[in-house]
C-alpha cells in the first residue's frame, strides 16, 4: 500500500465514531497530565493502559498516542505560567516562557508554544508517513541476525545517552535483561528464575513493572519535594502573536522540528535531548543572545517545535522496526505485544488499520488540542490549583485498580509497588529506569532472534559478522561501548598532574 493509498485508508479508520472519541480522550488526558506537574507521560501512560486491553488494539492504540503527544503539547502550559515544568520535556520552556509572563506578555507565549507545537507536530506525521513504510520495506529483508544486532545497538544507545554512569545504566539494562527472562522458556518449557513463586510462573509483566517504575515511585518522590509556583490571576491576552512575534520565531520553528524530528528517531535522544539542544541552536544563532533567560520568544518557540516532532519522529523506528527509542515508546511496544500485535515492518502488512489509523489520528488529534489549548487556557490555570495532596493518592487508587483488572492477580499488586520502591532507590542513587524498560521488553525478542540465528548457523556465531548489517550494527554498538572508556582514560593524567 503506497503513503496515499495508506493515508486515506487511515482517514476511514480515524474517523470512525469511536476511535474520534479515544483520540480526543487521549489529547485531552494528554493535556491534562502536561498541565499538572510530577505525573509525566511515562506515569500517565503505564497508568492508563489497562483500559486499553477491553478496547479494539486500532482504538487502544490511538488513544495512548493521543496522550503521548498531547502530554508533550500541553507540557508547556505550566512551564510559562508558573515556572514549573509540567513534564520533563518543558524544563526549558520555562527559561524564557516565564519571563515573558512577568513582562505581561504570557499570551503571545502561549500562543507560540502552541503553534510552534502544531507546525513540529503536523511536520512528524508528514515525515513518519513518508519514511515509515519505506523504512519497514528495508526491515524486511533483516534476519535474526539483523534484528539481534539493531536490538542490541538499541539498548547500548539508550545506554549512553542516559543520565549519568554508563555503568549503571548497562547495569540496569543486564537487569531489565534478567527480569524479562523470568517464567517459562519458550523453546525447552523450563522454568527459569521463578525460585517456586506460582506468582512468576507466567513472568513480570510489563504493566506492574512500569506501573510501579514511573507511577508509584513518582508520587513518592513528589512527596518530599514542595511544588511552589504562583498561579496567575490576571487576565491572559493576546494569545495570538503579532508579525513581530512570527517574524522572530519563524526560523526558530524550522530549525526546532528539524532538530526535533531526526533525534526523536535515534534511540535514547528523545525531547528532553532535542529541546535543550534546540535552545542552545537558537541561542547561539541569535543576533541577540543577551536577551535569552529575560523573555525571548525564540526560547520558547525552538525548544517547543523540537519537544513535539520528537514525539512523532518516536514512532518511526517503533512502528517499522519494532525498536523504541524511549522508555514512553517501550510502552507502546509492550502495549502492541498484549494486543497481539507484531511490531515492526510486518505491523503495516498484518494490521494496517493501526499502522494507518494511528498516523492519521495524530493529524486530527494536532487539531484537536490547538482547540483545547488555545480557547480553553483559562480552564487549564484553574486546574494548577488542585491540592496535590488530593491528586497523589488519586493516582496510587488507579495504579491499584489499574494493575489488577489486567489479570486479577493480587500478585501483580506486589510486584508494583516493589518497583515503586526500588524506583524511587533507583533515583535517590542515581540509576535509570529507561534502559531497564527496553531491556525488560526487548530481553524475550533479543533472546529469541538470538536463538533463530544460531540455530540457522548450526551454532556458529559467524552469522552475525559475516552479514554486513549486522556486523554493522554491532560495531556502533562496540564504538559506543568503549568511547566512555576512552574518555576517562583521557582524563586520568590530568587528575594526576593536579
Known sequence: MDPLSGVIYGFQVALEPMNLIYC???????????????IGPAGSIALLLPMTFRLEPVSGIIML?????????????????????????????????????LKGRAGPALGIAAFASFIAGTFSIIGLTLVGPFLAGMALKFGPPEFFSLMVVGITVL??????????????????????????????????????????????????????????????????TEIE??????????????????????????????LGFFLGIIPGGGAIVATFASYAIEKRVSKHPEEFGKGAIQGVAGPEAAN???????????????????????IFLGALMIHGLEPGPLLILEAPEVFWGTIVSMY?????????????????????????????????????????????????IVIMFAFGVMGYLMRKFGYQAAPLVLALVLGPMLEEAFRQSLITSRGSFAIFFTRPISVGFLIVAFILLIIPIITMRKKVPVDEES
Open 24 to 38: 480526543f480522550i487521549g489529547v485531552f488526558i494528554g493535556t491534562l497530565v502536561g498541565v499538572l506537574p510530577g
Open 159 to 224: 545506554s549512553y545517552l542516559s543520565t549519568g554512569s554508563m555503568v549503571k545504566a548497562l547495569m540496569m539494562a543486564a537487569v531489565g535483561m534478567i527480569l524479562g527472562g523470568v517464567g517459562m522458556d519458550s523453546i525447552s518449557g523450563d522454568y527459569r528464575f521463578t525460585f517456586s513463586i506460582y506468582a512468576l510462573l507466567d513472568g513480570i509483566g510489563l504493566v506492574p513493572v512500569v506501573m510501579g517504575l514511573f507511577g508509584i515511585s513518582e508520587v513518592l518522590v513528589n512527596l518530599e
Open 364 to 412: 486530527i488529534g494536532n487539531v484537536m488540542l490547538m482547540v483545547l489549548n488555545l480557547p480553553l487556557i483559562g480552564l487549564w490555570v484553574k486546574i494548577l490549583r488542585i491540592p496535590y495532596f488530593f491528586l497523589f493518592p488519586l493516582i496510587i487508587l488507579f495504579c491499584l485498580i489499574g494493575v489488577y483488572s489486567v489479570r486479577n492477580n493480587a500478585a501483580d
Open 229 to 258: 509556583g504562583t498561579i496567575v490571576t490576571a487576565k491572559i491576552k493576546n494569545l495570538l502573536p503579532t508579525l513581530k512575534d512570527w517574524s522572530d520565531s519563524i526560523w526558530s520553528i524550522v530549525r526546532g522540528t528539524f
Open 65 to 101: 498516542a493521543g496522550i503521548w503527544y498531547g502530554v508533550m503539547f500541553g507540557g508547556s502550559r505550566t512551564s510559562i505560567l508558573v515556572n514549573i515544568p509540567g513534564e520533563p520535556t518543558s524544563v526549558v520552556t520555562c527559561m524564557d516562557g516565564y519571563p515573558m509572563t
Open 308 to 330: 513535539n516532532a520528537a514525539a512523532g519522529g518516536a514512532f518511526i523506528p517503533l512502528l517499522t522496526l519494532g525498536i523504541p527509542p524511549n522508555p514512553v515508546m517501550a
